[in-house]
């Protein structure tokens, strides 16, 4: 894309593909009960956050996203 047609502010923007970092918590799939946090350090948005940790934990399901403040 060229400087010209960049948009300052939206989706699409440079500033928007800053990776930051997430806090998910997860539960064991046969264990419901048992509910852990993990650590996302760089993730470009929420639904990134959740399959990074889909795919770190593959036994676990995703149950929430949370962006640390810096």
Known sequence: M???HQP???ADSAEAWLP????VT???RW???IR???RIPA????HDALSQARD???DCSALDAREVAS
């Not at 930051?20 to 806090?23: A, L």
């Not at 993730?43 to 929420?46: D, F, L, Q, S």
């Open 43 to 46: 993730a470009i948005g929420r």
């Open 31 to 33: 264990e419901p009960d």
């Open 20 to 23: 930051t970092e997430w806090r």
């Open 36 to 38: 852990f946090d993990v």
């Open 56 to 58: 770190k934990y593959p």
């Open 8 to 10: 300052l502010t939206g």
């Open 2 to 4: 060229s400087g010209r």
């Open 26 to 28: 997860l539960c064991d």
